[in-house]
T-cell receptor
Framework: AQSVTQLGSHVSVSEGALVLLRCNYS??????LFWYVQYPNQGLQLLLK??????LVKGINGFEAEFKKSETSFHLTKPSAHMSDAAEYFC???????????FGKGTTLSVSS | SQTIHQWPATLVQPVGSPLSLECTVE??????LYWYRQAAGRGLQLLFY??????ISSEVPQNLSASRPQDRQFILSSKKLLLSDSGFYLC???????????FGQGTRLTVV
């Protein structure tokens, strides 16, 4: 069965530090991969997606992620954290365009000054 | 452009009372529609999805049901709420054979 694992339910970084949020997936077919961000009591906003082509994808707010097929990973990074990055982040996968997303359990990012 | 509306934003209901959450999508036709629930520490769980009017698939057996009376309307219901139904409910839509999914602003349901 397809699944998504986000390592670390809570990540804390200092402002200006590197952000690294980990995501691994299991799949028997090439996946579509996504990262979403959620601010308190709001819906989900798409940060970035991977479908095909270049394995390093850039998203909004300075985030990027790299699809590594050999490691079945899609980790999210940002070189320098900002206070406004504090939120919950979800990794998700789908296996056919237009079908339901399967989500990881989420990682809460805290940023301290 | 397409938009998705979900209401109410917050809801406090007593145990045993009925529930009706509504979601509508504008600016597209025949969307795939989804209901997700987010409970603390459990991520987002797919509850129902629909590929067309009257076509509902349930992912998780529970105290809830869904209906799609119109092409762009998706309703989540319960006849009698349980405490365990508390959570943050998100409606979402995607176009057929397009990889992007768009989410509503969610409904915070507290069952007391």
């Amino acid at each position: 069965a397809q699944s998504v694992t986000q390592l670390g339910s809570h990540v804390s970084v200092s402002e200006g530090a590197l952000v690294l949020l980990r995501c691994n997936y299991s799949s028997s077919v090439p996946p579509y991969l996504f990262w979403y961000v959620q601010y308190p009591n709001q819906g989900l906003q798409l940060l970035l997606k991977y479908t095909t082509g270049a394995t390093l994808v850039k998203g909004i707010n300075g985030f990027e992620a790299e699809f590594k097929k050999s490691e079945t990973s899609f980790h999210l990074t940002k070189p320098s954290a900002h206070m406004s990055d504090a939120a919950e982040y979800f990794c998700a996968v789908s296996f056919q365009a237009g079908t339901a997303l399967i989500f990881g359990k989420g990682t809460t990012l805290s940023v301290s000054s | 452009s397409q938009t998705i509306h979900q209401w109410p934003a917050t809801l406090v209901q007593p145990v045993g009372s009925p529930l009706s959450l509504e979601c509508t999508v504008e600016g597209t036709s025949n969307p795939n529609l989804y209901w997700y629930r987010q409970a603390a520490g459990r991520g987002l769980q797919l509850l129902f999805y629909s590929v067309g009017i009257g076509q509902i698939s349930s992912e998780v057996p529970q105290n809830l049901s869904a209906s799609r009376p119109q092409d762009r309307q998706f309703i989540l219901s319960s006849k009698k709420l349980l405490l365990s139904d508390s959570g943050f409910y998100l409606c979402a839509w995607s176009a057929h054979r397009v990889e992007l999914t768009f989410f509503g602003q969610g409904t915070r349901l507290t069952v007391v």
